[in-house]
């Protein structure tokens, strides 16, 4: 996660639901309003770059407040960590953010989810497993004959489609790199039995 | 609504897409202009917010200004990190087209060929680099030179791929003018054909002069 990674700054632009704490006069045009003052309990949706740090940031006064509280985004939310309990490889994870576990790892900054950490990371594991399987099938040892170019193409067809077609943005690298290990490793295999 | 850091995001946006492309975008001018605008819009907010205070602002004392000044310091450090994070994709692929040997003029042929610029980006033999990139693709290739310079008997940005054939067919795409081998000289004119070391013309083959057959 480098100052210059593109999908950590992507990731850092997810959403996540806000309440802010005070009457803020000037910060009317979060909420659409920019004209009125923001009043305490108003709830906004505000990028993970902000609401971050207004999360940690303390007001100052004595009960060591914050400027907001959050909630956690619907991609997290009760009905989508129970679907994932129930079969990690059956939700679209990409519909529910590009960046689901970016998200994921994010939100655990910043709140004690310990569940959820169960979750994710077993969601991940079996997922995984299935993206592995998938990227070794594309293009791989059971497109044999087809000429050279079906290998080089991304394209998939069948039961998979919709699976790789849910893939957040980490899994869908991960399924580049098994796809492309793979393709280069039976190229080698292929060259080294011609000379 | 937009709010602030929206246009910092397209530019990343844009970043994301230049990763997976092969060339080389424009660059978003206007939309860089419109981020800088934008932090020093926030900057002149934050020093028109602290100029009652005098410098004995009291964070506790003023938690609502408080707020709003962080808000604005956030604002401007994310414009600045997509800024940031949008140039260096972009120089590391001109990095990258330095190391494989491509020309900055050839950069601009391709954004005229290619067409997706619309009649505006068209004309003129606009280049898709911004002036400082140009200037940054020149010094680069000049140090990699120097670099190269270092060794006279290995080609550092030589093919990795193992030669089959010692001796290639080349068909000549666009004049190069006369190259020297160790066989003596050979002129490249356009559409003619030459059986020659690989080698000699890996250079310019890579930057489409030659066509390799067979």
Redesign the interface.
């Known amino acids: 996660m480098s100052y210059y990674d593109i999908d950590s700054i992507l990731t850092q632009s997810e959403k996540i639901p806000c309440t802010f704490q005070l009457d803020i006069p000037d910060l009317g045009y979060l909420d659409n309003t920019p004209t009125q003052p923001l009043k305490a309990g108003t709830k906004v949706n505000l990028p993970l770059w902000l609401a971050e740090m207004l999360v940690i940031a303390n007001s100052g006064d004595a009960e060591g407040k914050s400027f907001v509280t959050f909630d956690l985004p619907p991609a997290l939310g009760n009905d989508v960590v129970q679907a994932l309990k129930a079969d990690p490889r059956a939700v679209p994870l990409r519909d529910q953010s590009p960046h689901f576990y970016g998200l994921g790892t994010h939100m655990m900054d910043l709140s004690e989810e310990q569940e959820m950490a169960a979750v994710l990371r077993k969601t991940f594991v079996t997922r995984a497993a299935e993206v592995a399987l998938h990227a070794r099938k594309v293009g791989g040892v059971g497109h044999r004959g087809k000429g050279p170019e079906e290998g080089s193409n991304l394209g998939i067809g069948g039961a998979g489609e919709e699976f790789l077609r849910g893939l957040d943005e980490w899994e869908r690298k991960l399924f580049r790199k098994a796809h492309d290990g793979a393709k280069s490793g039976k190229e080698w295999m292929e060259g080294v039995k011609k000379h | 609504?937009p709010?602030y850091?929206d246009l910092g995001?397209k530019l990343?946006?844009h970043?994301?897409r230049t990763?997976n492309l092969a060339h080389l975008p424009s660059y978003q001018t206007e939309l860089v202009r419109a981020v800088a605008r934008e932090v020093r819009d926030l900057d002149k907010d934050v020093a028109s917010?602290l100029e009652p205070f005098q410098g004995s602002f009291d964070?506790?004392a003023e938690?609502?200004?408080?707020?709003?000044l962080?808000?604005n310091h956030?604002?401007m450090r994310?414009n600045k990190?997509?800024l940031?994070?949008y140039h260096?994709?972009r120089t590391d692929k001109l990095e990258e087209l330095v190391w494989s040997g491509s020309d900055v003029l050839d950069l601009a042929g391709q954004q005229t060929g290619g067409g997706n610029g619309g009649p505006v980006a068209d004309s003129g033999g606009s280049s898709s680099l911004s002036p400082q990139e140009e200037d940054y693709f020149r010094q680069y290739g000049d140090l990699l030179a120097a670099y190269k310079g270092q060794w006279t008997d290995i080609d550092l940005t030589g093919s990795l791929e193992p030669p089959r054939d010692l001796f290639i067919d080349v068909r000549v795409l666009k004049d190069a003018g006369e190259i020297q081998t160790e066989y003596g000289a050979i002129n490249l004119t356009k559409n003619s054909q030459f059986y020659v070391r690989q080698g000699d013309v890996e250079r310019l083959i890579a930057q489409g002069y030659l066509q390799k057959l067979g």
Do not use: D
């Open positions: 609504m709010m850091g995001n990343v946006q970043a994301k990763q917010l964070p506790s938690q609502a200004t408080a707020c709003t962080l808000v956030l604002s994310r990190r997509c940031l994070a260096r994709t």
